[in-house]
Antibody, heavy 120, light 107 residues
Framework: EVQLVESGGGLVQPGGSLRLSCAAS????????MTWVRQAPGKGLEWVAN????????YYVDSVRGRFTVSRDNAKNSLYLQMNSLRVEDTAVYYC?????????????WGQGTLVTVSS | DIQMTQSPSSLSASVGDRVTITCRAS??????LAWYQQKPGKVPKLLVL???TLQAGVPSRFSGSGSGTDFTLTVSSLQPEDVATYYC?????????FGQGTKVEIK
């Protein structure tokens, strides 16, 4: 069974940093593209970033590019999201999701999410 | 970026009704379209990928169709457990984008 468990969320002041982690199990992590998706309170889903199996390709939504960095450690079956220069509008539940073996695949398994609150 | 527009934003229907949600892309995306269901307080669940391929375990009352710019998700006979918000998502090129969601309620 695919399991994705996010951690690292919390309360941070505007301008601060936070690093999210996602521990994967139940599948061969190194074979899959991985993705971060977020959802602001009471709002819709927003795709944030994804990363290729070997980290050779990474993509970001415009609103986080230059501030967020996605990375992974295939030896540890873990996905990360380093978030810098956080803004109030980054407040959301952040989901880790498994994509596909190729780039052109949507997300078929999601974690439970971790809440990030940016507030002074 | 390619924008995804869903309609309606919300709907109320009776149990057993046929329900259709539409999603329009601002440019052609071939069939790189997925549909998700998110029940209140729950994690999104993939229903349909490739515009029309039902994910394993999804009830057959759900179906997806379309290609290019216009897509639909149909629930052939609405059930109480289908109360949720439904999102379309394109994944033809980065960044992927979601529609704004359609909230489905029981009348």
């Amino acid at each position: 069974e695919v399991q994705l468990v996010e951690s690292g969320g919390g309360l941070v002041q505007p301008g601060g940093s936070l690093r999210l982690s996602c521990a994967a199990s139940g599948f061969t992590f190194r074979n899959y593209w991985m993705t971060w998706v977020r959802q602001a309170p009471g709002k819709g889903l927003e795709w944030v970033a994804n990363i290729k199996q070997d980290e050779s390709e990474k993509y970001y939504v415009d609103s986080v590019r230059g501030r967020f960095t996605v990375s992974r450690d295939n030896a540890k079956n873990s996905l990360y999201l380093q978030m810098n220069s956080l803004r109030v509008e980054d407040t959301a539940v952040y989901y880790c999701a498994r994509s596909g073996l190729r780039w052109d695949h949507t997300e078929d398994s999601w974690g439970q999410g971790t809440l990030v609150t940016v507030s002074s | 970026d390619i924008q995804m527009t869903q309609s309606p934003s919300s709907l109320s229907a009776s149990v057993g009704d046929r329900v259709t949600i539409t999603c329009r892309a601002s440019q052609g995306i071939r069939n790189y379209l997925a549909w998700y269901q998110q029940k209140p307080g729950k994690v999104p669940k993939l229903l349909v990928l490739g515009a029309s391929t039902l994910q394993a375990g999804v009830p057959s009352r759900f179906s997806g169709s379309g290609s290019g710019t216009d897509f639909t998700l149909t629930v052939s006979s609405l059930q109480p457990e289908d109360v949720a918000t439904y999102y379309c998502q394109r994944y033809n090129s980065a960044p992927w984008t979601f529609g704004q969601g359609t909230k489905v309620e029981i009348k």
